[in-house]
């Protein structure tokens, strides 16, 4: 009987890590509808260059990283955005994924922008990832970079 419940609680134990591996390997591939709401918010935001809105969907520690490959805090964001040096088309992402961890969710996707960031031409075709952080229970983006999509 001894050894029974030895081999059961064995199994019992690997069952677990491989669940707990399983997880691991594959995050929430989608969003909470919260996040997903945030991330319409905040497109919808850049588009209209609504200020108040950037203001509150970007996190304090905020940073850019735009086509041209220039790093920019959320200070320097505003104001180009207030400026009217960035200005871009109502953007819709393709191939999007989500990809949530407790509190931090990383967007993935590909897009088509139109427009201008820091006083440059910059349509065209993109990868961009995007990192969002609960922060007391609201979705702020954290971190988001766009790279130019090579032509072959």
């Known amino acids: 009987m001894r050894q029974f419940l030895s ?5 019992c134990v690997l069952f677990s890590v491989a669940l707990a591996q399983e997880a691991a390997k594959e995050p929430a591939r989608s969003g909470p509808p919260a996040l997903a709401d945030r991330i319409r918010a905040y497109r919808e935001a850049i588009a209209k260059r609504d200020l108040a809105t950037l203001d509150d ?20 964001r505003l104001e180009n955005a207030r400026s ?20 931090t969710a990383v967007v993935t996707g590909r897009l088509t922008l139109k427009g201008k960031y820091s006083g440059k031409e910059a349509s ?4 961009s990832i995007n990192v969002w952080v609960n922060q007391g229970g609201r979705w702020r983006l954290v ?3 766009l790279t130019p999509i090579a032509k072959h």
Do not use: C
Not at 57 to 76: I, R, S
Not at 84 to 101: F, I, K, L, N
């Open 143 to 145: 971190a988001n970079q």
């Open 57 to 76: 969907v970007w996190a304090d520690d905020y940073t850019f990283t735009n086509p041209h490959g220039a790093f920019l805090t959320k200070k320097q």
């Open 7 to 11: 081999l059961a609680t064995l199994g």
């Open 84 to 103: 009217g040096h960035t200005q871009v088309e109502p953007v819709a992402s393709e191939d999007q994924d989500v990809r949530v961890y407790g509190d």
């Open 124 to 127: 065209g075709q993109y990868r």
